[in-house]
């Protein structure tokens, strides 16, 4: 046993040993300090401080892994000192246990002993077996529930890690939704742009012939530009209709989704037009068909849908499978008890029953380098997460049925998530 000696206080340390828990025996009579710490010395490493201002300095010194208080002792009490530990600063002290050892047993004391923190409570004289056992309980315990923290706690990294894994991956899942729906504005401008474009050209070709054969006049010039400004109008129109549609809606508002519907086929319908597809949009105008939700993001998952039909129906007539059939897509939207349903059906063949389970999976696509396979999962995201509705497929025999089903009232749960837009 050697002693250490502070210039405030005193504390006898016995040679610590490895592996062995750390006990603070914290009394005023040596007797009682030489039993009981002779009795623990086998299964632990024994610190001694004779009084709680003693104790005090030495938990924050050596931080014992478990303390035995006298309750009544000189200079600070037991009880007191059991108060400051568990109110300290620092976690690890005030985690500490404290066993309050003591020949009071009255209530009073017991209720202020736990009063004040302490873990346990032993009347002396003591059953120094029965105080090992406590002592090996009370350390196994607190170990465990350490363990449990440390769980806890690296549990609470893997689960940030993992998310900052998923969203990292939907920020680029967006970006490219993104990057795919600007493509497919473009294809649709490009189209929408041909008619007037080519008007211009003529007109212009007009002006020509016209000088050439001077046929100039005031009226022919006034003819010239009220046309060509006919046709730049429609094209800046486009244009407009386009950014409009491609702005992001953070908040939600009630719309007609048969208008919306409509507005998605006009904006698409040159394109269309040029690949000889027919789309007739069947409604029946008695309904009522106001959803609240997110306007542009239903477009967009519409123009995805009407993207793929008509993707679809170009390559069955690729294939010859079309025969001397039209292409033809067909958009039903009525109400269905509290529901409102979109379908979108088209005479492309469909989905091979093999993949109709993973169309709606990220990346996933047959169009090989054309498509991303994304253009559903963003479509399922907008409708699932972010209006709480349904998106689902079927095979109709003639081609694909996209089903989108919205709940009266369930939009109000809906969580914007940031679907953005070009
Ligand atoms: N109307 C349809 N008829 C037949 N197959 C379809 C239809 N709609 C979707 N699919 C199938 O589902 C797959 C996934 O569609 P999705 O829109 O997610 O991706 P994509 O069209 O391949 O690429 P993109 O990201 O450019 O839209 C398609 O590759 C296609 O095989
Ligand atoms: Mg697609």
Known sequence: MYLVQTSNFRVKMKNQENNKPLILIVDDEDFFLKIISHNLEPLFNIL????????????????????????????????????????????????????????????????????????????????????????????????????????????????????????????????????????????????????????????????????????????????????????????????????????????????????????????????????????????????????????????QVLLNIITNAMDAILEARKKGRLGKKEGDIVISNYRKDKRIVIEVNDNGGGIDEKILERIFEPYFTTKKHKGTGIGLYMSKIIIENNMKGKLYAKNTGQGARLIIELEENGSTEGRYRGVKRI
């Open 48 to 299: 001694i401080a004779y009084n709680g201002k003693e104790a005090l300095n030495s938990v924050h010194k050596h931080s014992p892994h478990l303390i035995l208080m006298d309750a009544v002792m000189p200079v600070i009490d037991g009880i007191q000192a059991c108060k400051m530990l568990k109110s300290a600063s620092c976690e690890k002290i005030r985690e500490t246990p404290v066993v309050i050892v003591t020949a009071l047993d009255d209530e009073d004391s017991v209720d202020r002993a736990f009063g004040a923190g302490a873990d346990d409570y032993i009347t002396k004289p003591i059953n120094v077996h029965v105080l090992r056992r406590r002592i090996q309980h009370i350390l196994k315990r607190r170990k465990a529930e350490d363990e449990l923290v440390e769980l806890n706690r690296s549990l609470e990294v893997k689960v940030n890690t993992e998310i900052k894994k998923r969203l990292d991956q939907e920020t680029v899942l967006i970006q490219q939704s993104k990057m795919a729906a600007m493509g497919e504005m473009i294809a649709a401008i490009a189209h929408q742009w041909r008619q007037p474009l080519n008007a211009l050209g003529v007109t212009i070709q007009n002006i020509k012939d016209a000088y050439r054969f001077k046929e100039v006049d005031e009226k022919f010039i006034d003819r010239v530009v009220s046309d060509s400004f006919h046709q730049i109008k429609f094209m800046s129109d486009t244009i407009d209709n386009f950014r409009n549609f491609f702005q992001h809606t953070k908040e939600k508002t009630a719309f007609d989704t048969c208008k919306a519907i409509k507005e998605v086929n006009s904006i698409m319908s040159a394109q269309l037009a040029f690949h000889g597809i027919k789309v007739k949009v069947d409604t029946n105008t008695t309904d009522n068909l106001t959803f609240k939700g997110y306007l542009n993001e239903f477009m």
